[in-house]
């Protein structure tokens, strides 16, 4: 009854929106982001503002935010806190029906799970650091290639200055196949392996270092009148 006599006094559509509680009611945020775009009178804490009237720009449940845009020229926004809302009025609905919501979102958004977010930010942590620990900023350019062409074949990590492969050979600078001697306790075949291996990956990488690139002609000479010189 109390309704239906606001209604006829104001000859709007005043919707009542205090905030959620035990009883049910409608909150200020799901109520607002009901009606995005529709006109709108509200009545705030803000000294300054007490009463602002003009269409619902966005109102937004995760920052708690409001925006109302006030026509002017240029149109003014103002943007402040939905908790500093007192009650709001509907002077007229959204010319068009309100965005959906995250909850009717379509596919459906899944809830984040942060024991796999953190799993995969350490993994990726791991990563980085397993591929610092390849570079070694000791050692020249050529022990750095036979290392990253060693590690494509066999286990290999760098101790000190020495490459370690298959933590079974040590190959001392500078990186000769000669330079390969077996660790204690370990068969000589991993030696003959690691041998055989350094001296592919080391001949490979002298055919690149020696490779000849062949020269590109330069352009020809072009005269005033569009000739070339000599003919």
Not at 43 to 60: D, I
Not at 63 to 76: E, Q, W, Y
Not at 154 to 182: F, H, K, M, Q
Request: aromatic share 4%; proline share 10%.
């Amino acid at each position: 009854m109390a309704d239906a006599k606001r209604q006829n006094a104001s000859g709007k559509y005043p919707i009542a929106t205090p905030n959620i509680g035990s009883s049910g009611v409608v909150s200020h945020e799901n109520a607002l982001s009901a009606v995005i775009g529709a006109r709108i009178r509200l009545e705030t804490k803000l000294a300054a503002h007490p009463t602002l009237e003009g269409t619902l720009f966005t109102a937004c449940p995760i920052t708690n935010l409001v925006a109302i845009s006030i026509p002017s020229t240029p149109p003014t926004h103002h943007v402040f806190p939905i908790s500093s809302i007192n009650n709001f009025t509907l002077l007229s609905p959204p010319s068009s029906p309100a965005p959906p919501s995250f909850t009717s979102a379509l596919p459906p958004i899944a809830p984040v799970d942060p024991v796999a977010l953190t799993k995969r930010a350490d993994a990726a942590v791991a990563r980085l650091k397993e591929a610092a620990a390849r570079k070694n900023k000791s050692v020249s350019r050529e022990a750095q290639d036979l290392f990253d062409a060693l590690i494509r074949t066999l286990p290999t990590r760098w101790d000190g200055t020495n490459i370690v492969v298959n933590d079974a050979v040590i190959i001392s600078a500078p990186y000769r196949v000669e330079d390969c001697r077996l660790g204690a306790g370990q068969q000589a075949g991993m030696l003959a392996r690691v041998k055989k291996v350094l001296e592919n990956e080391r001949r490979k990488l002298a055919e690149r270092l020696n490779k000849v690139v062949p020269a590109v002609p330069a352009m020809p000479a072009v005269l005033a009148g569009g000739q070339r010189k000599g003919g």
